[in-house]
């Protein structure tokens, strides 16, 4: 069966035909060196290892072919046809860091704006640094609250960069953290990827990215814009969080 990359995050607002599949492509853990890492913090680095260059190509042509030929792809219909595959940046090992999360006492309250303009309940677990581009970078780490109660330990990270709106998608893009240990985690900006709403079908509503979450640096790696799509509805920003500043 075809399988589908599944964005975190990304609501249908209309169902897709019954017992059709959505599945999330695994993030494979294994070799490499790791190229870049956080400020210290107290406590042991993860017992994980990044992708390589040739394992990130593999994933990149499976999530492909994926989109060109699953049912549930978010590539609309009359595009699959005539779909040779996304665009990424190449492979960046400098774009690799291990990143220690510090987690507020308390989750914050937050509220999250979709792609369609809508209000999605999350938290702020807490936040992560590293450094890159001559500066200190930090970005917040999120749970989206309308999911059912067992997805509430996933972390959601959405970031925007100096890319953002000319070369990746104007909402933003998604990355996943690969855990470690005691909250140590391998951040890889290689494995960026866009939401399903990046693509033009209008079944999707996706988070958008944060304010608080705009990198000034830019991160050229991973996905890039799709350029049959068009850009998201609208660029709202979040609405005041409801439980004070970080």
């Known amino acids: 069966m075809p399988r589908i990359v599944v964005c975190h995050g990304c609501r249908l607002v209309a169902p897709l035909v019954p017992g059709q599949a959505v599945w999330a492509l695994l993030l494979l853990v294994v070799a490499a ?3 870049g890492r956080a400020a210290e913090t107290p406590g042991p680095a993860p017992a994980l290892s990044f ?11 499976r999530k492909d072919e994926d989109y060109r030929l699953s049912e549930d792809s978010p590539i609309p219909p009359e595009q699959r046809e005539s779909f040779t595959g996304l665009e990424y940046y190449d492979f960046d090992p400098e774009l690799r860091f291990i990143v220690h999360l510090e987690r507020y006492d308390e989750p914050k309250p937050f509220t999250i704006i979709s792609t369609q303009g809508k209000e999605r309940p999350a938290v702020k677990l807490g936040y992560l640094s590293f450094s890159y581009g001559g500066q200190d970078n930090r970005l917040e780490v999120y749970s ?3 999911l059912s109660a067992e997805h509430w330990d996933a972390l959601f ?3 925007k960069d100096a890319t953002t709106g000319s070369e990746t998608y104007g909402a933003g893009r998604y990355v996943e953290l690969a855990k470690g240990v005691d909250d140590w985690y391998l951040l890889d900006f290689n494995t960026a990827y866009n939401p399903l709403c990046a693509y033009g079908r209008t079944v999707y509503r996706c988070p958008s990215t944060p304010a608080e979450n705009r990198l000034k640096v830019a991160i050229r790696a991973g996905e890039r814009g799709f350029s049959h799509a068009a850009e998201p509805r609208s660029e709202v920003e979040p609405a005041p969080e409801a439980g004070g500043q970080s």
């Open 51 to 61: 992708l390589d260059r040739d394992q990130i190509e593999t994933q990149r042509t």
């Open 33 to 35: 060196a790791a190229c």
């Open 157 to 159: 990270l959405p970031f």
């Open 144 to 146: 989206l609250r309308d």
